[in-house]
């Protein structure tokens, strides 16, 4: 079956722009997560939602950031004003429930200039 | 805070030898526990997974090892083939959704 899939698979964008990162989860997974991951390093934990709501964002690092998932599925992390360390690959994955396996998708290569 | 590490940043092995990833962890309350294999330009990619109940779990090629005495983690791969050449991650989970990981290994397969 189909995979995470996460859209755009690149994004360049200036600073103090706006941007949305889309992840659309495996079908019938009720929790979903984003992850950010900079070079060399493992990903971090930004946020979980378990169907619509956001159960945990303690991993945003501030209120630039801010992610909706209003139908339990599709899930956009959103990002105002952008600076340059915003720049990192953002990775969604989600997962039947949580302590279930997490599935990641490609990730969004975000880089600001 | 508690964290997933891992032993040795870089892994360089003969193609057809066994390769063995090791990491260590911190908090003892983490009850899940996974490796994850990604390749440049990629997500992670789910190997295999292990739970606190088990101290040995195999796969295809893969086998994990888990020793709650001393906190650590291994996996080992069989007969390791130039596909395996990527970098491979332990994550826990303790007891919630949140997964930690470390900075990861780099294996590189040489011909």
């Known amino acids: 079956g189909a995979g995470v899939s996460q859209t755009p698979s690149n994004k360049v964008t200036e600073k103090g722009k706006y941007v949305e990162l889309r992840c659309d989860p495996i079908s019938g997974h009720t929790a979903l997560y984003w992850y950010r991951q900079s070079l060399g390093q493992g990903p971090e934990f930004l946020i979980y939602f378990q169907g619509t709501g956001a159960a945990d964002d303690s991993g945003l690092p501030n209120d630039r950031f801010f992610a909706v998932r209003p139908e339990g599925s599709v899930s956009t992390l959103k990002i105002q004003r952008t600076e340059r360390g915003d720049s990192a690959v953002y990775l969604c994955?989600?997962?039947?429930?949580?302590?279930?396996?997490?599935?990641f998708g490609p990730g969004t290569r975000l880089l600001v200039l | 805070g508690e964290s997933v590490g891992l032993h040795l940043p870089t892994l360089s092995v003969q193609e057809g030898d066994n390769s063995i990833i090791n990491c260590a962890y911190s908090?003892?309350?983490?009850?899940?526990f996974i490796w994850y294999k990604q390749e440049s330009g990629k997500g992670p990619q789910f190997i295999i997974d292990i739970r606190s109940n088990m101290d040995k779990r195999q796969g295809q090629r893969v086998t994990v090892l888990l020793n709650k005495t001393v906190k650590h983690l291994s996996l080992q791969i069989a007969a390791t083939q130039p596909g395996d050449s990527a970098v491979y991650f332990c994550a826990e989970n303790d007891r919630d959704y949140k997964l930690s990981f470390g900075a990861g290994t780099t294996v590189t397969v040489r011909a």
């Open positions: 908090n003892s309350a983490s009850d899940y």
């Open positions: 994955a989600s997962s039947l429930g949580p302590q279930e396996t997490q599935y």
